[in-house]
């Protein structure tokens, strides 16, 4: 019958169902568009060496450096001392030191992870056909492409294990259902060797994989054989319970049969590793990882590892999950939605309790970022539900008759444009958003370490941030320190929570405690040198008698403390069985080619039915299912909300015209009124605490336009003009310190506060971050309200800096060999063990305290140690003055020193000690021996007055307290400003001895007698 002439048409969809056949065919088209995809838009990066800016890859090609070296002695001594890399499974390094002969390190590395993203695609494929349709599969291969949860495990966190494994098991999950659905042994086969290879690629992922990917599946497999009769199966109503076991019977059988393999992959592929494990546990202060926080505190942290991973599905998370309420011919998608819902919850980190509750131990040891990361890939399937839904489903119906067509092409195109924009977005992050310095050529660097002899000593970096693994794989030079906590046994770095030394100003207090350790007593660790990226770092190490040698090509500062001992030439190490070395080379290397030649095993038929009644019990021969089963389940889906949207309607009326504009027009008013209030909400009100804020802020960050954008200038002031000002101030805060904290402490106006050229004075307390300590200042500055808003006024300053401030520090001879370190004798004039207490109520401490004379002829660099031993003749405790002495004397002169027991991994009890010993060693130098500083003392304040030619950076002023029985005790302070050649400036320094203070052994005690002070000064470029 025709259509009434008046009646408006519907829209049809045929070929929104495809037969099996098409299906594949339109899923293989997607496949093979995801992986041109993948290559164009991660491969391209990859090759462009993108991975060197990011957080894990260079430690991965570290790794794989020392198998391409040494491939059956899986020990490794460049860091930490030596440590066995049994601690982690192997099979990505192995690749990137088998193609490191053809490629090289950095390329085997991109080639490698080109592979795993090629079989992570590819098993995405795969995975997804078992539960939904091959098109959807495809398109949820796509979604994996452009997902921003691959673009930040790619692009900035450089997880090539992570892509490896997954990649593994997402192709193994396929083999493990067709043999739970066929009994094939065949794909058990298959199953089994790529589920080995997973463990060989991380354990981790068949661990936790068997629990969110495996088990849900395999669930959902044996569901659905509850749901297909089998012969012989009884039809009395008593039966029902039976029927049901019966018909699931035999894949539970297979089931287990196939997670008796899984697990012994697990076991037997890494066994080394559980061995490691099991003999050597990590016993360690949990290191502090954003993923745990709560994100709703810490924002930052929640947009890191929640909303980037999420920022591509979130649009269609709902609607994804949705659909797995439904079955996928016969079989149920619930497993796995609650498993996508689990790991959603997981990823959420410390912002509930449960995932706390639920993982107990692990959730201080685990990075949480892998559980949503695995929620994104599993949902990915559904997602392409979805995608195939609004191209060729009820999505299109429903928005074509509301909105039209041309709008639904519009929204389609948008998304994947924002899709494409935030993939690539989130590649570039490493670009615009720095999480490591800039690229460093280590071969100078090589150059230094390997000549000379001074491989023969150990070295450190500072501020080299990943790039200390590539110095790492390229040198033979060996650090007491690493980038892979898991290896760390030093007490030093597990009593502390500090990932690395080299970044440990990222750790607040506890990272610089570790590290100022090192650089206290670097002779207990062989460490006699110190590679600087970062100026940071440079105070801390003029202070505790590091010597600078200057500057090699890049700019890397060398720092050399001598009298250090040469490492021996033989190293204690911790040797593995034959049998062990043998497995561990060779079985998680032979998992992946086992699992590839497992491909070429032939798929026999099935054999007839077999005359043991119990093979007949457990054999696979289920019919269809009935039409109407699962009848009940589908109507209580249908009662859900949103029925016009969860319906598969492919037929629906087309609103008229008008109404299909207006529509699009309240559509698009409610973006644009949602993005435009989402952005004013954003802003923060005009006030002058927010000025200050932002100049700070900017300030701390080196953004020195944008800092001056918040300045009114006065009196002429220029841009150039202020730089020159600043740069005159030095100081501490001129690169060496980082703004902690900034507190408002009062601000007063002039006039109203909306009034125009209304002047308000803000008074702030500012707490910046050093590598000496916290140090605090009080600040006061005058705004006026603008028509850009609330600036500072800000007038030119007097003071110039000198020509010799811009002179560059000299470089390093590349081959010449350390100076001899000739000793040069020393006298220790007195020396006690006293008792304090640092702050009121605070526990009792003990320290060494006293006076030493250089009794040469020549300039001597300076080591002073003292120990704490028992009654028995127990050491307690060991440790070197650190910023109160002079680490440098000339002939003659004198220093105090105070020398405490408070660092890493030292806990002294006072009634336990008993005897105390002090040692000084000295050696010939003549840098840092000229006394360009007056001091003058006027009760708490010292002025110091510059007489030398060259700015003094940063002055540390120490003052001693004396007594009959000599130096009683030591103090010292900072000044917070440089002081310029012919100039002085004042800094506090009250003179007290602590409370508690009493003398323990040594001669002492009784009232102070005189006061003096000490003073010297680094410099930021030699003098």
Request: glycine fraction near 8%; charged fraction near 20%; proline fraction near 8%.
């Amino acid at each position: 019958m025709e259509p009434h002439p008046g009646a408006r048409p519907s829209l049809t969809l045929p070929g929104a169902l495809l037969p099996p056949g098409e299906d594949e065919r339109a899923g293989g088209r997607l496949l093979a568009f995801a992986l041109l995809l993948m290559l164009v838009l991660h491969g391209t990066q990859l090759i462009s060496g993108s991975f060197t800016r990011t957080y894990d890859a260079l430690i991965h090609v570290y790794f794989g450096a020392h198998y391409a070296k040494s491939f059956f002695d899986p020990w490794e001594a460049g860091w930490y001392t030596g440590f066995s890399l049994t601690s982690y499974p192997p099979l990505s390094h192995y690749l990137i030191a088998l193609l490191s002969v053809p490629l090289g390190l950095m390329g085997a590395f991109a080639a490698t992870q080109i592979l795993a993203l090629t079989g992570l695609t590819v098993g995405m494929y795969r995975f997804g056909k078992v539960f939904v349709t091959a098109r959807a599969a495809g398109y949820g291969a796509v979604l994996l492409v452009l997902s921003s949860a691959i673009a930040e495990t790619v692009q900035v966190f450089g997880q090539l294990p992570t892509t490896l494994s997954l990649g593994l098991l997402l192709n193994a999950i396929p083999f493990a259902v067709r043999w739970v659905r066929t009994g094939q042994k065949t794909y058990l086969i298959r199953a089994a060797m790529w589920t080995a290879a997973t463990t060989a690629a991380h354990h981790v992922t068949t661990l936790f994989g068997s629990v969110f990917f495996i088990a849900p599946v395999l669930l959902a497999v044996v569901l659905e054989s509850a749901s297909r009769p089998r012969p012989a199966e009884g039809t009395g109503s008593w039966w029902r319970v039976w029927r049901r076991l019966y018909r699931v019977a035999p894949r539970v059988y297979r089931g287990g049969l196939y997670g008796v393999s899984a697990i012994m992959a697990l076991v037997l592929v890494v066994l080394p590793y559980w061995l490691w494990s099991r003999a050597d546990p990590i016993t360690q202060v949990p290191i502090p990882h954003g993923s745990r926080a709560n994100f709703l505190e810490r924002r930052d942290f929640g947009f890191m590892f929640w909303l980037v991973p999420w920022a591509t599905l979130l649009p269609i998370y709902w609607d994804a999950v949705r659909r797995g309420l439904f079955t996928h011919r016969g079989l149920p998608r619930w497993p796995i939605m609650a498993s996508i819902l689990l790991l959603s919850l997981l990823g959420t980190g410390g912002t509930t309790p449960i995932p706390k509750a639920l993982l107990r131990g692990a959730f201080d040891i685990l990075t949480l970022d892998r559980f949503t990361f695995w929620a994104c890939m599993l949902i990915l399937p559904l997602a392409g539900l979805v995608i195939e839904s609004w191209r060729h489903g009820a999505w299109r119906v429903f928005v074509q008759a509301r909105l039209g067509a041309r709008v639904h092409h519009a929204l389609g195109l948008l998304f994947v444009a924002a899709a494409l924009a935030l993939s690539v977005g989130v590649s570039s992050l490493t670009y615009y958003r720095k999480f490591q310095p800039d690229r460093i050529d280590v071969r100078p660097i090589v150059q230094f370490l390997e000549s000379g002899g001074r491989d023969r000593y150990r070295y450190m970096v500072l501020g080299f941030g990943d790039q200390m693994a590539w110095l790492s794989a390229n040198t033979r030079a060996t650090t007491p320190d690493g980038n892979y906590h898991s290896a760390r046994r030093l007490p030093e770095l597990t009593a502390t929570p500090v990932e690395r030394l080299e970044g440990a100003k990222y750790t607040g207090v506890p990272g610089l405690g570790s590290l100022r350790q090192f650089m206290t007593t670097p002779a207990k660790y062989n460490l006699r040198f110190m590679l600087s990226n970062d100026a940071f770092y440079d105070p801390a190490l003029h202070m505790l008698g590091w010597v600078r040698l200057g500057t090699l090509p890049g700019g890397i500062m060398v720092w050399e403390r001598p009298d250090i001992p040469e490492v021996q030439p033989r190293l204690p190490r911790r040797e593995l069985p034959v049998w062990q070395r043998l497995m561990w080379a060779l079985l998680p290397s032979g998992a992946p080619v086992l699992a590839l030649l497992s491909l070429l095993l032939p798929v026999r038929a099935p054999r007839g039915r077999s005359r043991w009644p119990w093979v007949r019990l457990l054999a696979e021969d289920s019919l269809d299912p009935p039409p109407q089963q699962g009848a009940w389940w589908h109507s209580w889906v249908r009662r859900l909300p949103f029925r016009s949207w969860r319906t598969a309607r492919l037929r629906a009326r087309r609103r008229p015209l008008a109404q299909r504009l207006l529509n699009t027009g309240l559509l698009l008013t409610l973006v644009l009124g949602g993005a435009a209030f989402t952005y004013r909400s954003l802003q923060p009100p005009e006030t002058p605490q927010r000025a200050v804020l932002g100049y700070w802020d900017d300030l701390d960050f080196k953004r020195f336009g944008a800092a001056y954008s918040w300045i009114d200038p006065q009196d002429g002031l220029t841009e150039e003009r202020w730089r020159l000002d600043l740069s005159v101030v030095g100081g501490l805060r001129s690169g060496y310190a980082k703004l902690d904290s900034l507190r408002i402490l009062d601000v007063t106006y002039s006039g109203p506060p909306e009034a125009p050229d209304t002047v308000a004075t803000v008074r702030s307390r500012l707490t910046w971050f050093t590598s000496l300590g916290d140090v605090t200042e009080e600040v006061s500055q005058d705004l006026r309200r603008t028509a850009r808003g609330w600036r500072l006024l800000v007038s030119p300053t007097l003071n110039v800096r000198p020509p010799l401030r811009f002179q560059a520090v000299p470089g390093v001879q590349l081959a010449a060999p350390p100076a001899l370190d000739m000793p040069v004798p020393l006298r220790v004039i007195s020396r006690r063990l006293v008792a304090f207490r640092a702050a009121p109520g605070a526990p009792e401490q003990v320290a060494v305290v006293g006076e030493v004379q250089n009794a040469g002829r020549t300039g001597a660099s300076l080591t002073i140690s003292a120990s704490v031993t028992d009654a028995s003749g127990q050491e307690l405790a060991r440790n070197d003055a650190t910023e109160t002495f002079l680490p440098w004397l000339n002939p003659g002169e004198r220093t105090p020193f105070l020398i405490t027991f408070d660092g890493p991994g030292m806990t002294v009890d006072v009634r336990d000690v008993a005897s105390f010993a002090v040692r000084a060693s000295g050696v010939a130098t003549s840098r840092n021996l000229a006394r360009d500083l007056n001091l003058w003392r006027r009760g708490g304040a010292v002025r110091v007055e510059n007489t030398g030619p060259a700015e003094a950076t940063l002055t540390n002023v120490i003052g001693t307290l004396d007594d009959a029985g000599g130096v009683a005790w030591v103090t010292r302070t900072y000044l917070m400003e440089a002081v310029p050649p012919m100039q002085s400036r004042e800094a506090t320094l009250p003179l007290a001895r602590p409370g508690g203070y009493r003398v323990l052994l040594g001669a002492g005690g009784g009232r102070v007698t005189a006061s003096r002070l000490f003073a010297h000064a680094f410099h930021r470029e030699e003098p």
